[in-house]
């Protein structure tokens, strides 16, 4: 099957397949090789989407990563939107319409794969363009381990977009052979298709690999179809080519007009021809080749456009040969066409006045006003960027210690300059890692005459009047234009970067590769400053779009945060529990029973709890094991209270507190040993309070003969909780003493539970009667099943952290980090005693006697009791003095931190910190809640059994 | 993602470390000696230079050992590591390197 604008002999797609693939509802053919975008041209598509602000019709500007006009977006296989043609590799069954600015993200689930893999090297070369490959081979045969990655699907970079030749053979057959030889060696590892995105420090480059997105529907669904590189590399050159800059002119979007260097790309990499009659509007040498290449291959060029008044003999003569007539001293001023370029219009442009226009019809408008080095991510490492006049454009300054630019990337625009400054570019990065680079022996092009200068042109006066710049497109893809531009420095923006975010020129998937440089041109010239003074906008990663799909990797659904369960979990789950997530744990909630609500479970639990018996799974508690000689000083140094006067046996609650005198973290200490001592922290802080201990004893007291442990999961800790505890335990630890008076209140014994060694501590954190039961976590479902059997004549009941927090809150026991803000003390808590008054010093105390400790409007902890028993207030809500809610500000005295229904008190309560809260206890306070204020009763903290009494049963 | 070398386990990537803020700031000898300013200034004040800085990290994710670094705080580039006990590095820093004795902080 042929298409009407495939050139003969031309280009590198695979004639002999067929691919099949629809264009906004209508069926064509391409072939392996083509991009979505050649695969158009070849079907004389020119017009591809509608502009996303004025709704112009536009069409295929470039033939790479800079297109800033040809979106679409992928229906089938895989809904995918925000792709730009050129960068779409055709498959067969592929579906694609075209896009107004703005995809539509898929509302089907992304089935596919995505991977990452770390890499590490000497030297990481991006793109394998002639100098990308020079300092590849230079580097790879020293020995060096090297990477190349290269965007496009095979090496070559400009060389398959153009007809030079290399020791008198197509460039290919070089490509060829030195892509064989790096095969051949095993440190060197080149990746096709991946796109390196952005560069971070010490060396780190992310790349995209796509693996399987040119295979369609055939890719195998084992293999991920993108992946990220996270590349560490000890030295990086970017050879990453150069970007063709347009000139802006009126009605310079239409499809139709096109990059020069890029209708040569489609000619020679992809066989194209973009139009049957050409225009070609240029400021420099680099059109001709493209204007010469393209009338070989039957293209008709109406004229060449140069703005130059001195036109180089060698291209006159060239285009002599063909009967291509050179109007030198001219411009291209607009354009006529609706949905394709239908004709040029083109006047002498001589020092700055523009003479008679005359139109020249054409179907294809080739513009070219100079290359613009692909500084973006040699700009992301920080390197600097040095405005070349001559060839109007930014290229690196100094290389980086680590980070160098090569070939055009680095300013360079001959093929024999690119490959001597890819070996240069090897050298000078081994040499900084201490290595030698290897001569090479150069492929030798076909000479050219000395290059003439670019007349550095950023935009064509407007002929029509009073229409200065509206037509002038800069950035096509927002839709931005020279008068947008004017109107930012009308409004006094003096710098590019202000330009930018008010014009949202550069802002687009492209990242204005095709409009920035020329934005700092044009703002320079309203300004009347030196583009080199102005600068042009910072490029920051990353450079292409990357879906967040890839960025994820592996890291979503389950994988996407690790999680931690208990030895127990799976009995948790067997019974229906619903889980809460803590840190990274997952704690049960509650268990619900059929037809139950979770406030009915709760109460249910409570009841249970308090009325007969109740465990926990407690596992995820902290554990930090301390041992030493020192062990008791390093604790009396961190706790408020006094922990090296503790006997071995006993067990006491401690709180830690900062610098700064506020509640850090609280707990039990057991002393298992003279030397040894087993504290407990909140679950979620164990790992911030391990570091802070080590903290003091590493920077502070690095004499004291301590070791810090972290034992969380070594042990399974099950609260066995309720008046009938005792009772339970008693059946299933034989050798124990169960007795009140043998196993007393904040005492712990080693015993054997269920035939399993255990320690038993006499603990409460709900303040019935109950025991701590800890067992190694191997043996942890053993026990706990055996507890379950034999608590069930006393209706054992499990509960999980809802329960838990009710039963807590009934008796005022704090939740640092929930009831506490880093802003609370131990004395706000009403725990001053738990301060202890002997200790000469600890972490803290020297604060609790500033000024702002001693303050007597400080928030204290209090209990509240909303006046309608059935109101629950949310935690977090405000509480205020008046039932009126004053003009803002309103003043807050505080706010709840905790609320729950007691089953206990048969009502609603809530604990809250707030501004003189002892001092308020008994008066009414207000929370304001859904446009009304509710009114409740301060009272003590503590709301349920305030002498103790039900602690021993 | 900078690189930090750990003088334990060699050179790993910063989310392994956690920042532990000034160095050379000795808990006072006598915090009751201090008036509630100079006890402020030790709590709750640090310095913010731009430039070499000296301060402290843990090397949280792997061995946990605490250890000093002087970093460029205009870089962020890690000049050299050195150990919790051992004076600041003269040779990279451009304030004078007097250690600062225990205490004296607070009233500085």
Not at chain 1, 12 to 39: E, I
Not at chain 1, 665 to 686: H, P, Y
Request: hydrophobic content about 40%; some cysteine.
């Amino acid at each position: 099957m042929n298409t009407p604008f495939r050139a003969p002999g031309h280009g590198h797609v695979d004639r002999d397949t067929t691919l099949s693939f629809t264009f906004d509802g209508t069926a064509y053919t391409g072939h392996p090789g083509d991009t979505l975008a050649s695969a158009l041209l070849a079907n004389g598509v020119h017009h591809v989407a509608d502009s996303i602000k004025h709704g112009r019709p536009r069409g295929v500007l470039a033939a790479g990563a800079e297109e800033p006009n040809a979106l679409v977006q992928i229906e089938a296989p895989f809904p995918e939107p925000m792709l730009t043609a050129t960068t779409v590799e055709l498959y067969d069954g592929l579906v694609a319409r075209g896009l107004s600015g703005q995809g539509r993200l898929s509302s089907e689930p992304d089935t596919a794969r995505y991977d990452t893999m770390h890499a590490h090297c000497d030297l990481l070369v991006v793109g394998a363009g002639p100098a990308g490959l020079a300092t590849t081979l230079a580097a790879a045969r020293s020995g060096a381990r090297v990477i190349l990655v290269d965007e496009l699907p095979q090496p070559g970079g400009s060389l398959l977009g153009s007809q030079e030749l290399l020791e008198g053979a197509p460039a290919k057959a070089w490509v060829d052979e030195v892509v064989a030889e790096l095969d051949g060696l095993a440190d060197v590892r080149i990746l096709q298709r991946t796109t390196a995105f952005g560069h971070y420090d010490d060396g780190l480059v992310l790349a995209l690999e796509k693996r399987t997105d040119h295979l369609g529907a055939a890719a195998p669904p084992h293999v991920s179809r993108q992946r990220i590189w996270r590349i560490r590399a000890r030295q990086v050159v970017y050879a990453t080519g150069a970007y063709e800059r347009p000139v802006a002119f009126d009605d310079n979007d239409r499809p139709g007009i096109m990059l020069a260097g890029s209708a040569r790309t489609y000619l020679n990499r992809f066989g194209v021809l973009p139009g049957e009659q050409a225009v070609v509007f240029t400021t420099n040498d680099s059109a001709y080749p493209a204007a010469l290449e393209l009338a070989d291959a039957g293209v008709r060029i109406a004229a060449v456009i140069d703005a130059r008044e001195e036109v180089p003999e060698h291209w006159r003569t060239a285009c002599d040969e063909r009967g291509i007539g050179i109007r030198a001293g001219h411009v291209v001023t607009g354009t006529s066409g609706i949905e394709r370029v239908t004709r040029a219009h083109v006047a002498p442009f001589g020092h700055g006045d523009l003479g008679e226009r005359q139109g020249i019809d054409c179907d294809l408008l080739l513009v070219s006003g100079g290359w613009n080095p692909a500084v973006a991510l040699f700009s992301q490492a920080r390197g600097t960027l040095r405005y070349d006049a001559g060839i109007g454009a930014f290229v690196p300054g100094e290389a980086l210690r680590t980070v160098r630019a090569a070939g055009s990337a680095d300013g360079t625009f001959t093929l024999s300059g690119c490959l001597a400054d890819g070996v240069d570019a090897a050298w000078q990065a081994l040499s900084a890692i201490s290595r030698t680079g290897q001569m090479i022996a150069l492929p030798t092009p076909a000479p050219l005459p000395e290059a003439a200068p670019t007349r550095v042109l950023w935009r064509v006066p407007s002929p029509q009047e009073g229409l200065d710049g509206v037509l002038q497109f800069v950035d096509l893809q927002r839709d931005a234009t020279v008068s947008d531009v004017l109107r930012a420095t009308g409004a006094g923006l003096r710098s590019v970067e202000h330009v930018k975010r008010y014009t949202t020129i550069g802002t687009a998937h492209d990242q204005g590769r095709t409009s920035g440089v020329m934005t700092s041109g044009i703002v320079a010239e309203a300004l009347g400053v030196d583009v080199a003074d102005l600068g042009t906008m910072r490029l920051r990663p990353p450079a292409v779009p990357v879906a967040f799909a890839a960025l994820a990797g592996r890291n979503r659904g389950e994988l996407f945060d690790p999680v931690r369960v208990t030895a127990l979990h799976p009995w948790h789950v067997e019974q229906g529990a619903l889980f809460e997530d803590v840190g990274q744990w997952k704690r049960p909630w509650y268990y619900p029973r059929p037809g139950e609500t979770m406030d009915e479970s709760v109460l249910r639990e409570c009841r249970a709890a308090r009325t007969g018996v109740a465990m926990m799974d407690g596992s995820t508690l902290g554990k930090i094991n301390v041992q030493g000689p020192d062990a008791g000083v390093l604790l009396d140094r961190l706790y408020t209270n006094l922990m090296s006067t503790l006997k071995v046996g006993r067990v006491r609650y401690g709180v830690m507190c900062g610098v700064d005198g506020m509640a850090i973290d609280d707990g039990t200490v057991i002393r298992v040993a003279e030397q040894e001592f087993l504290l407990t922290t909140t679950t979620g802080n164990a790992a911030k309070i391990l570091e802070w201990m080590e903290e003091w004893l590493q920077t502070e007291w690095p004499d004291l003969r301590v070791h810090l442990t972290s034992v969380t999961e070594h042990w399974v800790t099950i609260p066995l909780v309720g008046p009938r505890s005792r009772d339970v335990l008693a059946l299933v630890a034989p050798d124990l003493d169960v007795d009140n008076d043998a196993f007393p209140f904040m005492s712990w014994k080693d015993t054997t539970v269920a035939g399993v060694a255990a320690r038993v501590c006499r603990i409460s954190f709900s303040g019935e009667l109950a025991y701590e039961i800890n067992v190694p976590a191997w043996y942890g479902i053993t026990v706990w099943k055996a507890l379950y059997t034999a608590g069930s004549e006393f209706g054992l009941t499990t509960y999980g952290t809802e329960t838990m927090h009710v039963l807590r809150a009934e008796k005022a026991y704090p939740i640092i980090g929930q009831d506490t803000d880093g802003t609370i003390t131990p004395q706000d808590l009403g725990m001053s005693w738990v301060v202890s008054k002997k200790k000469p010093d600890f972490v803290g105390k020297r604060s609790f006697t500033r000024a702002e400790n001693q303050r007597d409007d400080r928030k204290q902890l209090v209990g509240l009791l909303p006046v309608d028993e059935r109101v629950l207030l949310p935690e977090g809500a405000q509480i205020i003095a008046t039932s009126d809610i004053p003009a803002p500000p309103v003043p807050m005295l505080g706010h709840v931190t905790s609320s729950y229904r007691s089953d206990a008190l048969q009502r609603t309560f809530a604990l809250a910190l707030v501004r003189s809260g002892t001092r308020r206890i008994g008066e009414t306070l207000y929370v304001p809640l859904d446009g009304r204020t509710v009114p409740v009763t301060v009272t003590d903290p503590v709301l349920f059994d305030k002498e103790g009494a039900r602690r021993d049963g | 993602m900078q690189l930090i070398a750990c003088p334990w386990c060699g050179e790993r990537e910063e989310i392994e470390f956690h920042y532990g803020g000034e160095a050379h700031i000795a808990y006072p000898e006598d915090p009751y000696a201090l008036d509630d300013e100079q006890w402020a200034q030790y709590v709750f004040f640090r310095d913010n230079p731009k430039g070499p800085f000296a301060e402290r990290w843990v090397h949280s994710a792997g061995c946990r050992r605490w250890f000093n670094a002087l970093r460029d705080t205009v870089t962020h580039e890690f000049l050299t590591v050195y150990g919790i006990g051992a004076e600041r590095p003269s040779h990279t820093s451009t304030a004078p390197a007097a250690p600062r004795a225990k205490g004296q902080e607070a009233s500085r």
